[in-house]
Antibody, heavy 119, light 110 residues
Framework: QVQLVQSGAEVKKPGASVKVSCKAS????????MHWVRQAPGQRLEWMGW????????KYSQKFQGRVTITSDTSASTVYMDLNSLTSEDTAVYYC????????????WGQGTQVTVPS | QSILTQPPSASGTPGQRVTISCSGS????????VNWYQQLPGTAPKLLMY???QRPSGVPDRFSGSKSGTSASLAISGLQSEDEADYYC???????????FGGGTQLTVL
């Protein structure tokens, strides 16, 4: 069965970077694109960017352009999200989510990774 | 930034029917399908409805979805206590070139 397992919680200082991993199993990583979505406390889900099926060039939300990098290691079936220049406003739960093209929706989600940046 | 608008809360008693609305624009719902996600407390979102009105395997037929113009709605009939959760609508946005989400509706079963 399809599973997305993310790395553990992180506490980072302002100005630092964080790298969150998302290990996929139960399917071939390059068959589907992978997206990153975050949820700050009390806020809506917010899309950050994606890496296409077949490890196609990543695309980012304009809001995070220049601060976020999404990469994948197909040999490890793992996708990574790197966010730099952290501020307290980046405190959120970060999710990876698989995009199922046939349904135009996220059919599987990781369990989430809490990233905390104390102010 | 393009967003979708949902009521922040909804409620009903067991067995009742409740409806959650989602309003968008011509750059998202007006031209793309709507999906709904259910998020139980402390867990990741789960796909509840895709392509406006399609249920993934395992989702009870008590849940139904519809879309008209730039709005969509999720209906839950025969409300059960286990339906208490946050519900988010989502649609691909042509301006963002990515998905946008509603603010979420917290459903309380009284």
């Amino acid at each position: 069965q399809v599973q997305l397992v993310q790395s553990g919680a992180e506490v980072k200082k302002p100005g630092a970077s964080v790298k969150v991993s998302c290990k996929a199993s139960g399917y071939i990583l390059t068959d589907h694109s992978m997206h990153w979505v975050r949820q700050a406390p009390g806020q809506r889900l917010e899309w950050m960017g994606w890496i296409g099926a077949g490890n196609v060039n990543p695309k980012y939300s304009q809001k995070f352009q220049g601060r976020v990098t999404i990469t994948s290691d197909t040999s490890a079936s793992t996708v990574y999200m790197d966010l730099n220049s952290l501020t307290s406003e980046d405190t959120a739960v970060y999710y990876c989510a698989r995009w199922y093209r046939g349904w135009s929706s996220f059919d599987y989600w990781g369990q989430g990774t809490q990233v905390t940046v104390p102010s | 930034q393009s967003i979708l608008t949902q009521p922040p809360s909804a409620s009903g008693t067991p067995g009742q029917r409740v409806t959650i609305s989602c309003s968008g624009s011509s750059s998202n719902i007006g031209i793309n399908v709507v999906n709904w996600y259910q998020q139980l407390p402390g867990t990741a979102p789960k796909l509840l409805m895709y392509s406006n009105s399609q249920r993934p395997s395992g989702v009870p037929d008590r849940f139904s979805g519809s879309k008209s113009g730039t709005s969509a709605s999720l209906a839950i009939s025969g409300l059960q206590s286990e339906d208490e959760a946050d519900y988010y609508c989502a649609s691909w946005d042509a301006s963002l070139n990515g998905p946008v989400f509603g603010g979420g509706t917290q459903l309380t079963v009284l």
